[in-house]
């Protein structure tokens, strides 16, 4: 059965890349988490490994499918 978090081989790789090899931390961190999730561990059990909230864990997924590697950057913020 396939779950909402079941990565096809392509996505795999590009995650596992990022993981490896991005250089942004909060990129390589996301990635590992989408990994996680993958890999079957519960949201509830990542938020609690990577010390974030829950909704943080299903808003980095939404990001990931949305727009891949790219979602899970920092995105710019305005002011100074």
């Known amino acids: 059965m396939k779950t909402e978090y079941e990565l096809r081989p392509k996505e795999l790789a ?3 890349k990022a993981i490896r090899q991005d250089k942004r931390a909060e990129v390589r961190q996301r990635a590992l988490v989408i990994r996680l999730l993958h ?4 949201p509830e059990d ?5 010390m974030v909230s829950i909704p943080t864990i299903y808003n980095w997924h939404r ?18």
Do not use: H, M, T
């Open 14 to 16: 590009e995650v596992e």
């Open 39 to 42: 890999l079957g561990y519960k």
């Open 46 to 50: 990542i938020a609690q490994q990577q």
């Open 63 to 80: 990001n990931w499918r949305k727009d891949g590697v790219e979602g899970l950057a920092n995105k710019p913020r305005k002011g100074r």
